[in-house]
Structures are given as C-alpha cells and as structure tokens.
C-alpha cells in the first residue's frame, strides 16, 4: 500500500554533485523518521543520513561537511544533496521511512529499492 520512490541516481565523476529524491506515497496516516542508507558491494548498509518529523538531522562522519538531507512533509519527500562526491561514496543507495498507514496503530520500516551512484576518478 506504502511506496518509496526514489530517483536521481546516476554516475558522475569526482567532485560533482547529485541530488537524490524519495517519495512516499499511498494511504499515508503520518511519517516519523525518514533517512538514506547506502551499500557498497560485500559491504554491510550503513546510515548516510537521518531527520526526524522536527527536522532533527544526523550524518555519518564520512559524508558531514558534504551531504544535506532535507524534508518535504508537505509533499511526502526527503532528499540528500552531496556535493564533492568521492568514488570511495560508489554505493546503492536506499531510501527509508518509518510508516504509519491509514487503519493501523503503528509504525513499520519501509525501504525503497534503492539508486546506484557511481562516482569515477
């Protein structure tokens, strides 16, 4: 019923930039926490970037300085603007949100199918 849709994934070389975007849509009751994961291949998922409903963010050490997340709670939409992007940030890259449809309760973890970003030297 919930969907994250992303897009704005692409190659680049390094020092460019890219602005990723998901959107959430279906029969949505209230977003809480929505954020960016990433994986690099044999590589566990790691955080990139979270925010919260107040717009509290927090950012991997590896991206601060260069990564922006920012929300649309209007629109159902995050997105990650990197800017000086790096080949060592070659990863799929994974949209999340923390969910509560229309007739439940509760919260549950969505995940979108992720956005290859390719950075070359």
């Known amino acids: 019923q919930v969907q994250l849709v992303e897009s704005g994934g692409g190659l680049v070389q390094a020092g460019g930039s890219l602005r990723l975007s998901c959107r959430a849509s279906?029969?949505?009751?209230?977003?809480?926490?929505m954020g960016w994961y990433r994986q690099a291949p044999e590589n566990q998922r790691e955080l990139v970037a979270t925010?919260?409903?107040?717009?509290?963010?927090n950012y991997a050490d590896t991206v601060k300085g260069r990564f922006t997340i920012s929300r649309d709670n209007a629109e159902n939409t995050i997105y990650l603007q990197m800017n000086s992007l790096k080949p060592e940030d070659t990863a799929v890259y994974y949209c999340?949100?923390?969910?509560?449809?229309?007739?439940?309760?509760?919260?549950?973890?969505?995940w979108g199918q992720g956005t290859q970003v390719s950075v070359s030297s």
């Open positions: 925010i919260n409903n107040s717009g509290s963010t």
């Open positions: 279906g029969r949505i009751s209230s977003i809480d926490d």
């Open positions: 999340y949100g923390k969910i509560r449809t229309i007739g439940t309760r509760y919260y549950v973890n969505r």
